[in-house]
């Protein structure tokens, strides 16, 4: 039985999300998920206050009786949260997975500086919602109860990160960011006009100097903007990679979409089915 | 005479907003402006491509014949050349105020920490479009010409710095950011929502630790969102600048508008009329 523990460090989830999600989670036999209320809360543009949203993410980490920490939601508000969490976990905690993307990325990134349970890059509950969501929710269940098929299709042996292009904007230089020397990065972006992709790479290139490498995943639902950019998503990242002289790797498959891959932080290329047990690199 | 160069570090400048401005510097018979014609190229996002745009601002910064250089408008795009701009100014550009702000930060911020010519925040060109544009396109001839009646209210004597809160988000950690230390640093941003506003907080606050404190401009036009987001602009600088031990100062008068005020960067206050001729603390 492996035993999900559910909180929502950002956005409330709506509980018809959730409704859709356990009934998903009844083709999982050795599922069970847990919901913790603070999901469902609502405190301006949070999911409750910053207290109660720390609360709730120790209340999942900390509990020996939990097998695996899945965030509901992204949003916005993680990272106000991390820091103070990531102190904050104790034994339990350790060798458990984290799944989430987006907003969540500030937590996966403090996880992983600080050693603590094995960040994952992948589905949340809340892309339940999502056109073909079924099978993002599927991917997460059957990852974090030790299936292998959901892992991004580029990992290559290498330790890799995967965080939103924003987030990962966001984390550079502060006291959350891990170090990414030697890792391949892949990043994706939604909702940004190319203009400002440009601007983010300008910013994570001149922090990621020393990595293995760069891969782009999905920039998708660019706005329309009064003039083209004059440039692709794929021309803006070899650009800045090239200034920066970072390898450009090639794309990756994760986006804000349903066929968002899993990442684990830090993984090395396992076997299909050992990627649940995978030590960290 | 004061001969004022323009150019378009990022978007391009309408002919009509030129031809306002030509109008307006009449009433100022020591002011002489020279449009360069980089101003009005188009390529993709940019008026003209990175190598146009270079080339124009040099042509500008580097002309003995030239007494200070303007920018028309910020856009996006000044960043992808300012390294390289700076690089390459001489000595005819020592001494000559940079006067913009917006996108055109990026530009400040490389001047100042080269210590190549004064960096100045203030008015653009572009901002006669602005409703009340005339005043503030006044302001900026008036500074350029030696007159010190725009300068922002709350220069206190410490050296300052005044930038877009997204500009200066990007800018942290990289090699086009000056130390700040000790000095004031005010921030203004527009058509941000609040919850991006607090993100970019949490970044500039951890690169910002040291400074003397921080000022708030205006933070305008922030878009609708489907929740409120639960504090103010204000209460967010407050709480961001708490958390990072940086003194809280109040308010400064800049933002995206007809009043926006002129702040040398490095400047110590000096008596009015003499600002044009101040020393970089």
Not at 19 to 31: K, M, P, S, T
Not at 80 to 92: C, P
Not at 116 to 139: F, K, N, S, T
Not at 157 to 185: E, S, W
């Amino acid at each position: 039985m492996t035993r999900i523990a559910i909180c929502a460090p950002g956005k409330p989830l709506e509980r018809e999300h959730a409704d859709a999600v356990l009934a998903i989670a009844d083709e999982f036999e050795a599922v069970e998920l847990r919901f913790h209320e603070q999901c469902f809360a609502r405190h301006g543009h949070f999911a409750g206050d910053d207290e109660a949203r720390l609360a709730a993410l120790l209340d999942c980490a900390n509990d020996p009786a939990v097998d695996a920490v899945w965030f509901a939601h992204g949003g916005y508000g993680s990272n106000r949260i991390a820091a103070e969490a990531v102190s904050q976990m104790g034994a339990a905690a350790q060798g458990k997975p984290f799944l989430g993307y987006s907003d969540t990325g500030y937590l996966l990134a403090a996880l992983y500086r600080a050693g603590v349970g094995r960040p994952v890059h992948g589905p949340m509950v809340a892309d339940v919602r999502r056109e073909g969501g079924g099978a993002a929710v599927r991917r997460a269940l059957d990852w974090l109860s030790g299936g292998g098929e959901g892992l991004e299709g580029a990992l290559d042996g290498r330790p890799t990160a995967a965080l939103n292009l924003m987030t990962l904007a966001m984390l550079c230089g502060t006291d959350l960011m891990p170090d990414l020397a030697g890792h391949v990065v892949m990043v994706e972006e939604v909702s940004e006009h190319l203009y400002a992709v440009d601007r983010l790479f300008f910013h994570i290139s001149q922090h990621l100097r020393g990595i293995a490498g760069l891969r782009l995943g999905r920039i998708s639902e660019v706005p329309e903007n009064d003039r083209p950019f004059g440039a692709s998503a794929e021309e803006i990242a070899q650009y800045w990679c090239a200034t920066a002289d970072i390898p450009y790797l090639g794309l990756a498959d994760i986006g804000h979409d349903a066929d968002n891959k899993i990442v684990p932080f830090g993984l090395k290329i396992v076997p299909f089915g050992l990627a649940g047990r995978a030590a960290r690199s």
